[in-house]
Nanobody
Framework: QVQLVESGGGLVQAGDSLRLSCTYS????????MAWFRQAPGKEREFVAT????????DYADSVKGRFTISRDNAKNTVYLQMNSLKPEDTAVYSC????????????????WGQGTQVTVSS
C-alpha cells in the first residue's frame, strides 16, 4: 500500500517562499518517478514539476520555471518543492504523485496521489 502525505503549505505574501514536503510509504520509493501538481479553485489540476528516480533530472511547467525547485531524498523517502517568489496565481492545493515513467505531465500518468496541501499567496 503506497501512501503519500504532503506538508508545508500555508498562507504567505507575494514574494515569499515556501517548501513543501511529500513523505512516501509503501513499496520502494526509488521505484517511482515523482511529481507535483496543483489545482486552483474552479480549475483543472495542472502539472508543476517532476523528478526522475535518481533525482538527476527534472522538468517544470513554464509558469514556475526559475522560481520552483523539485528535489528528493531517497534515504528519507521524501520529495520536496521549494517555491520562491510566490505569486497570487500560485494559490492552489498542491499534491504530490508517484508514477512509473519519466517526464510525464498528465494526471493519468501517475498512479498514487497524496491528499494535498493548501498554498495561499496574498497580494
Amino acid at each position: 500500500q503506497v501512501q503519500l502525505v504532503e506538508s508545508g503549505g500555508g498562507l504567505v505574501q507575494a514574494g515569499d517562499s515556501l517548501r513543501l514536503s511529500c513523505t512516501y510509504s509503501g513499496r520502494t520509493f526509488i521505484s517511482y518517478t515523482m511529481a507535483w501538481f496543483r489545482q486552483a479553485p474552479g480549475k483543472e489540476r495542472e502539472f508543476v514539476a517532476t523528478i526522475t528516480r535518481d533525482g538527476a533530472n527534472t522538468d517544470y511547467a513554464d509558469s514556475v520555471k526559475g522560481r520552483f525547485t523539485i528535489s528528493r531524498d531517497n534515504a528519507k523517502n521524501t520529495v520536496y518543492l521549494q517555491m520562491n517568489s510566490l505569486k497570487p496565481e500560485d494559490t492552489a492545493v498542491y499534491s504530490c504523485a508517484a508514477g512509473m515513467k519519466n517526464f510525464r505531465v498528465g494526471v493519468s500518468d501517475y498512479t498514487y496521489w497524496g491528499q494535498g496541501t493548501q498554498v495561499t499567496v496574498s497580494s
